[in-house]
């Protein structure tokens, strides 16, 4: 059986932490270890990982260094990396242990909009599928890999976004880094905060910059801003 270390990287996200810790912590098998990466050094957040009885890692407010700083201390053979409002589908751990038997050394779920869905998401799930195919899927998508060779190829980038680029793009040079037929669904309240067409403009500039060269420290601030009203 192969363990699987669950990172999450938290920021200002206790409600959605708590949901997801109870899908995980409900699973019909348990991950080996869960491990969650506070930015915000929040007592909220602490009181959360007690009660689900998981381990809690004090970081600094930079995700790539957040799921850097847990990888070095994650001991299964796999890790699986999720976003604190990230929600799961019924058996996760089998879909992903299933493609790495069939020799895969990582991959990401299939990107779905949480309820409550408008009609966008319809049209913008298989146009993220796409881009996934060409280009990289980023870490709202579950992404996971075998430990060792996470380590092998570099980890993520220690940015605050964008962070999981090199990862992917030297995961598929080192094997099958595959799309999981499993979806995980990602929460839709950016979107409908900023208007579904909107906030899809502003992520695909933000891709763009960060393709020309523009350093993703920059570019950060420019999403944190958009959403500081969400925290």
Same mark, same amino acid.
């Given at each position: %059986?192969?363990?699987? /270390?669950?990172?999450?990287?938290?920021?200002?996200?206790?409600?959605? &932490?708590?949901?997801?810790?109870?899908?995980?912590?409900? &699973?019909?098998?348990?991950?080996?270890?869960?491990?969650?990466?506070?930015? #915000?050094?929040?007592?909220?957040?602490?009181?959360?990982?007690?009660?689900?009885?998981?381990?809690?890692?004090? /970081?600094?407010?930079?995700? @790539?260094?957040?799921?850097? $700083?847990?990888?070095?201390?994650?001991?299964?053979?796999?890790?699986?990396?999720?976003? #604190?409002?990230?929600?799961? /589908?019924?058996?996760?751990?089998?879909? %992903?242990?299933? =493609?790495? =038997?069939? @020799?895969?050394?990582? @991959?990401?779920?299939?990107?779905?909009? =949480? =309820?409550?869905?408008?009609?966008?998401?319809? $049209?913008?799930?298989?146009?993220?599928?796409?881009?996934?195919?060409? @280009?990289?899927?980023?870490?709202?998508?579950?992404?996971? $890999?075998?430990?060792?060779?996470?380590?092998?190829?570099?980890?993520?980038?220690?940015?605050?976004?964008?962070?999981?680029?090199?990862?992917?793009? #030297?995961?598929?040079?080192?094997?099958?880094? *595959?799309?999981?037929?499993?979806?995980?669904?990602?929460?839709?309240?950016?979107?409908?905060?900023?208007?579904?067409?909107?906030?899809?403009?502003?992520?695909?500039?933000? #891709?763009?910059?960060?393709?020309?060269? *523009?350093?993703?420290?920059?570019?950060?601030?420019?999403?944190?801003?958009?959403?500081?009203?969400?925290?």
């Amino acid at each position: %059986m192969l363990k699987f /270390s669950v990172v999450i990287a938290c920021y200002h996200d206790e409600e959605k &932490l708590a949901h997801l810790l109870a899908q995980l912590c409900s &699973l019909p098998c348990r991950p080996y270890e869960i491990i969650v990466v506070d930015a #915000a050094n929040s007592d909220a957040c602490a009181q959360i990982c007690i009660q689900f009885q998981v381990r809690r890692i004090v /970081s600094e407010p930079c995700r @790539g260094q957040q799921l850097r $700083i847990a990888a070095t201390q994650a001991t299964g053979d796999v890790l699986w990396f999720l976003h #604190a409002d990230a929600q799961l /589908s019924t058996d996760p751990l089998t879909a %992903m242990a299933d =493609a790495l =038997a069939q @020799g895969a050394l990582g @991959g990401y779920f299939r990107f779905r909009f =949480a =309820a409550p869905r408008d009609w966008p998401a319809w $049209i913008l799930e298989p146009a993220i599928a796409l881009r996934c195919r060409f @280009g990289v899927p980023y870490g709202d998508q579950g992404i996971f $890999i075998v430990r060792s060779i996470y380590h092998q190829i570099g980890g993520h980038a220690p940015w605050p976004l964008f962070e999981e680029v090199p990862l992917v793009r #030297a995961a598929r040079q080192a094997g099958k880094f *595959v799309p999981l037929a499993e979806p995980i669904f990602v929460d839709p309240r950016r979107w409908q905060r900023d208007g579904w067409w909107q906030r899809t403009w502003h992520n695909r500039c933000l #891709a763009l910059n960060f393709a020309r060269g *523009v350093a993703p420290q920059r570019l950060a601030c420019l999403l944190y801003t958009s959403d500081a009203a969400d925290e």
